[in-house]
């Protein structure tokens, strides 16, 4: 018997008000206490997320974050504080200390790193479910290819500006996952690759850190995210929304696009294909330090045409000096007190000057060029 399994109703006494909802019970809260959930990310839609799922009472969270806490987190952020900025302490351990402080029961795993094809799949090896707090489409992808290859679900989600979207992925497999062997039928989803089938040219997407983000929306997004963990951890598959969730509170706007037969009508290169691109590193970016120079050069493969080095130009100029012709970019802008300067092609490949880390390098490319 797992040690939760053995938990009395005094242990169980603090999730008393989620216990009473007829679907969770004390079953399903016991199914919750023996889960994992892994955190891609713990910036804005990962730190509500896993907040909200250790209050829950999901058993192991994994938390996996490359970044360290600054000052503009904390207007969206929710488990980080002043302190944390003081101290630069990495995301993914602020968490895990916040974490402890509000349930105890748990087991937090904080891990510091760029998640990427040659760790993901150490990192998610007992996860029984991804929860997406991203910032870059390719992660995602990278996410996405090792939820279908391992049938595991992954909660997408997505919020800059005032507007966010989310999407909960039961990946389609060989029938023997729970949700294609349901007495309701095979529940499986569309994935993310079938939704978005390449990722958005580098540069043609805005991002927090150049049009900003509501913080609200971050906590609408997140929460929907969670909701739609709880219902797959605790076995109501019936019960997920099928629909991909688009909405903008500040402009009134909440939609449920049907995408109920993208699967079926598209030849996915994922889950159809079973090519798993990503996680197997033939598709997204590569990362080289240029000796002698205190810089990181990225270069991504690119898919729908080269970079519009106008439009990022025209985002960038507001954070700092920007200077654009036909044949590159180049941006400087301060960063957590530091110094930097981005040099981008059309072709995608860019030049990260002031780090000879590759993680920062990509970190900075993803905040403020985008993906």
């Known amino acids: 018997m797992s040690d939760n399994a053995a938990m009395t109703g005094?242990?169980?006494?603090?999730?008393?008000?989620?216990?009473?909802?007829?679907?969770?019970?004390?079953?399903?809260?016991?199914?919750?206490?023996?889960?994992?959930?892994?955190l891609l990310g713990c910036g804005a839609l990962g730190s509500v997320a896993a907040d909200m799922l250790a209050r829950a009472g999901v058993g192991h969270l994994v938390i996996v974050d490359?970044?360290?806490?600054?000052?503009?987190?904390?207007?969206?952020?929710?488990?980080?504080?002043?302190?944390?900025?003081?101290?630069?302490?990495?995301?993914?351990?602020?968490?895990?200390?916040?974490?402890?402080?509000?349930n105890s029961q748990l087991t937090v795993t904080a891990i510091v790193d760029d998640i990427n094809h040659t760790n993901i799949e150490r990192f998610a090896k007992d996860a029984d479910i991804l929860v997406d707090g991203l910032d870059n489409f390719e992660t995602r992808y990278l996410g996405n290819d090792f939820a279908v290859k391992n049938a595991v679900?992954?909660?997408?989600?997505?919020?800059?500006?005032?507007?966010?979207?989310?999407?909960?992925?039961?990946?389609?497999?060989?029938?023997?996952?729970?949700?294609?062997?349901?007495?309701?039928?095979?529940l499986a989803t569309p994935c993310l690759r079938c939704l978005f089938e390449e990722m958005p040219p580098q540069g043609s997407s805005p991002t927090c850190d150049t049009i900003g983000v509501l913080g609200s929306v971050v906590g609408i997004v997140a929460n929907f995210q969670v909701a739609e963990c709880l219902k797959i951890l605790t076995g109501h598959f019936n019960r997920v929304n099928r629909t991909l969730q688009e909405l903008d509170p500040w402009s009134n706007l909440f939609l449920q696009h049907n995408v109920s037969n993208a699967y079926e009508k598209g030849n996915c290169p994922c889950c159809k294909q079973r090519r798993f691109d990503y996680l197997d590193g033939n598709a997204g970016s590569s990362a080289a330090q240029l000796c002698g120079r205190n810089a990181v050069q990225l270069r991504q493969r690119q898919h729908g045409g080269g970079v519009e080095l106008e439009a990022v130009a025209a985002r960038l100029r507001s954070l700092g000096a920007v200077s654009v012709n036909e044949f590159m970019?180049?941006?400087?802008?301060?960063?957590?007190?530091?110094?930097?300067e981005i040099t981008l092609f059309p072709d995608g490949r860019a030049i990260v000057k002031g780090t000879d880390e590759p993680a920062i390098a990509r970190s900075l490319?993803?905040?403020?060029?985008?993906?």
């Open 10 to 38: 005094r242990d169980l006494a603090r999730y008393q008000r989620q216990v009473l909802l007829a679907d969770i019970g004390e079953a399903g809260q016991r199914r919750l206490l023996d889960s994992t959930a892994m």
């Open 66 to 102: 490359r970044d360290f806490v600054e000052l503009s987190n904390l207007q969206r952020q929710v488990l980080f504080d002043e302190q944390d900025v003081a101290d630069a302490i990495p995301k993914a351990i602020a968490a895990k200390r916040k974490l402890a402080r509000i």
């Open 153 to 186: 679900p992954y909660v997408y989600g997505a919020a800059v500006g005032t507007s966010g979207m989310a999407f909960p992925v039961m990946p389609h497999g060989d029938g023997r996952a729970a949700w294609e062997r349901s007495e309701n039928g095979n």
């Open 329 to 340: 970019l180049q941006a400087q802008f301060s960063d957590s007190d530091r110094e930097y």
């Open 365 to 371: 490319f993803s905040r403020y060029v985008g993906a």
